[in-house]
């Protein structure tokens, strides 16, 4: 169920109005759960979702491919481009892989190099949700690279509390009010009780504080 728009779009106006400051500001988007235990199996949320607009700050993907895929992602503007060969290099060089962890934002992997990605980075990318998408040898790796630009990640860390970046202070309002709508409807549909399982949503700037919503 979607956020009542004119709601959403007045609690945009209000953040943006206070704590102004010298740079451009990210809008944080929070979910507080309630009968939601992520410690347990079924409370688990982990969900990457595309937004309809750039949250502001373009992410940076890296893509773990050979051969025809790894050119045309190299060709598509791939942030980094990581060949088998390398790929090997980085087992057990863990100061590499935790320097390749936290430059890029996320990661596409060609699925049969699945394997190989697991084995040498899964320890250091996985617990940091930034597991690679498989995707076959023949896809269009340049659609999934800018799908990726406009993704954000949203996982529970311990307590039933969901935090994701949907925009900057200079975006549009309307655009912002609908990167949330998305991100709360998929959500909502992950809850067993939907809306029901929402305790309260919250927006901020950066350096704000947060603004509590009507749900």
């Known amino acids: 169920m979607p956020l ?8 945009i106006k209000e953040i943006k109005k206070s704590g102004k400051r010298n740079f451009s500001q990210s809008i944080e988007l929070i979910i507080s759960l309630r009968d939601v235990d992520p410690k347990k199996p079924e409370g688990k949320i982990q969900e990457l979702i595309e937004l309809p607009n750039s949250p ?3 992410n940076r993907v890296c893509v773990i491919a050979s051969g025809e895929m790894a050119l ?11 060949k088998k060969a390398e790929l090997q290099a980085l087992a057990g060089d863990k100061i590499k892989q935790k320097e390749l962890v936290d430059a890029y934002d996320f990661f596409v992997a060609e699925a049969p190099l699945m394997p ?5 980075l899964g320890a250091t990318l996985g617990p940091r949700g930034k597991m690679p998408t498989p995707v076959p040898p023949t ?5 999934h ?3 990726h ?34 991100v709360i409807r998929r959500i909502e549909g992950r809850l067993k009780k939907g809306m029901r399982n929402i305790r309260s949503i919250h927006l901020k700037t950066t350096m704000g504080s947060p603004v509590k919503m009507k749900v």
Do not use: S, W, Y
């Open 149 to 182: 630009r406009k993704m954000v990640f949203v996982r529970a860390r311990g307590q039933p509390v969901l935090q994701c970046r949907i925009g900057t202070e200079n975006m549009v309002d309307d655009k912002i009010a609908e990167n949330a709508q998305v």
């Open 72 to 82: 045309k992602a190299k060709k598509a503007g791939a942030d980094l481009t990581i």
């Open 139 to 143: 896809a269009k790796v340049a659609e």
């Open 145 to 147: 690279i800018k799908k």
């Open 56 to 58: 502001g700050k373009e």
């Open 116 to 120: 190989m990605v697991g084995k040498i």
């Open 4 to 11: 009542d728009e004119k709601n959403l779009l007045q609690t």
